[in-house]
């Protein structure tokens, strides 16, 4: 596998939904500021993305009955998602070297429809969310999903050369 590619696989499975519990994390918005850094929040991410969010939110008893299945279910929606983001990436490595204008075209095409369908989808989730969460703890988690989500696509696009 190139060393490229498996830098790729490894980002791409940092979010891993169901990823056990490894370490204590703190909150991230209640952190002290070195704890509060990117890499921090990558590596409580990796170790495991729920118990940062669920420390994060402050949610109720009541509240995290009616959260946590809408969470699962956005879960399993934005892995679908991601898959298809992953594929066109590793597209991209396999023909980066020989990349046509066709291939270029088609995996620009997948990354962008399945981007659309993130945002899409990130707008479901934020209407169901409204639906049993007081305003500012269902924007709470949106930005929280917000900065890991950046944090990843940060991580991949750090090691994909641009197209010669």
Partial sequence: MKPVLAALVAAAGLWAPGAPAQQPARPMADAAPAANTAESVRR????????????????????????????????????????????????????????TDANAKRILREVMRSEADEQRLREKQLRNLLSVLPARKAVRYMQIENKLRTIQRYDIAERISLVR
């Fill in 44 to 99: 409580e991410m990796r170790a495991d993305k729920r118990g940062l969010v669920e420390r994060n939110m402050q949610l109720t008893q009541a509240e995290a009955a009616k959260f946590w299945p809408i969470y699962d279910q956005y879960q399993v929606e934005l892995d679908r998602v991601v898959q298809r983001q992953n594929r066109a990436i590793l597209d991209y490595v396999n023909a980066e070297n020989t990349m």
